[in-house]
């Protein structure tokens, strides 16, 4: 079993920052490949971003891609989401997942989820 606990939301204005983390507990973090997804009101929910289990391979939307970066520090057993240039239309809940298999988080099929953190982008 594995657990995801996401902190880091909040109220940012537009072309600011924000980093995310998840922290889990249960299994062995390192061999999960972590996702970050996103789910805005009224729409289904979206995949943002995946690294590997080793962190060697990441992956990102193209909604996202040169203003968000994944990142994870096994020590802490916590994956992050750094998130720059932030837009009004990146509001939405976001969630942590995890899968040992990678191709499942990129497929957004994943195996365990964290209960949410909102993000608000206001123009």
């Known amino acids: 079993q594995v657990q995801l606990v996401e902190s880091g939301g909040g109220l940012v204005q537009a072309r600011g920052s924000l980093r995310l983390s998840c922290t889990t507990s249960?299994?062995?973090?390192?061999?999960?490949?972590m996702g970050w997804f996103r789910q805005a009101p009224g729409k289904e929910r979206e995949f943002v971003a995946a690294i590997s289990w080793t962190g060697g391979s990441t992956y990102y939307a193209d909604s996202v891609k040169g203003r968000f970066t994944i990142s994870r520090d096994g020590a802490k057993n916590t994956v992050y989401l750094q998130m720059n240039s932030l837009k009004p239309e990146d509001t939405a809940v976001y969630y942590c997942?995890?899968?040992?298999?990678?191709?499942?988080?990129?497929?957004?099929?994943?195996?365990?989820w964290g209960q949410g953190t909102q993000v608000t982008v206001s123009s």
């Open positions: 997942a995890a899968d040992s298999r990678y191709e499942l988080v990129l497929n957004s099929r994943c195996h365990y």
């Open positions: 249960g299994r062995t973090f390192s061999s999960y490949a």
